[in-house]
Each structure stands twice: as C-alpha cells, then as structure tokens.
Nanobody, 126 residues
C-alpha cells in the first residue's frame, strides 16, 4: 500500500505560480512511477504530467508543456509540480498518483494508476 497526500493548492491570479507537493508513505517511493492529474467541474480526469522512478524522464500534456514542471525527491518521498503562468482553464482539483508497473509512465499517461491521492484544489482567477 502507498498513501499519497497532496498539498500546496490554493487561489492564485492568472499569470501566477503555485507549487504542489505529493507526500508518499508506505512502500518504497522510488519503486513507483508518479504522475499528476486534474479534474475540472463537469469534466473527466485528465493527465497532466508523469515522471519515471529515477526522475530521469518526464512527460507532459500539451496543455501544460512549457509552463509546468514535474520533479521528485526520492530521499524525501515527495513529488512536486511547479506550475507557472497559470491560466483560468488550469482551475481543477489536482491529484497525484503512483503506479508500480514496469510501464508505469505509459499507464499514467492513460490515467491508469495503482494509487491515488485525495486531491488539492487549484483555482486561477482571471
């Protein structure tokens, strides 16, 4: 079992920045590919970004590429999402997820994961 807890959400003006954190406990953090997802009201959950176990490779949705950066600190069992140049359309509940498959990042990019956090609200005002 892996427990995931997101933090860092809040209200920010368009053009601003936020940094989300995902703290993991339980089994070995470095055994899991990790990802960020979001769900806006009335919409399906969508992939935002993923990172491999070592952190050597990252993947992004086209809508956030160049504005968001995913990273992880395996020594601290924590993953991050730095969000810059935020837009009102980025408003959503943001979730972190972990997947233990060999093809973890491929699964994460299809919004498939073994474990999910409870989410943190991000609201971007215009």
């Amino acid at each position: 079992q892996v427990q995931l807890v997101e933090s860092g959400g809040g209200l920010v003006q368009a053009g601003g920045s936020l940094r989300l954190s995902c703290a993991a406990s339980g089994r070995t953090f470095s055994s899991y590919g990790m990802g960020w997802f979001r769900q806006a009201p009335g919409k399906e959950r969508e992939f935002v970004a993923a990172i491999t176990r070592s952190g050597s490779s990252t993947y992004y949705a086209d809508s956030v590429k160049g504005r968001f950066t995913i990273s992880r600190d395996n020594a601290q069992n924590t993953m991050f999402l730095q969000m810059n140049s935020l837009k009102p359309e980025d408003t959503a509940v943001y979730y972190c997820a972990a997947d233990g498959a060999l093809s973890a990042t491929s699964r994460l990019r299809r919004a498939q994961a073994d474990y999910w956090g409870q989410g943190t609200q991000v609201t971007v005002s215009s």
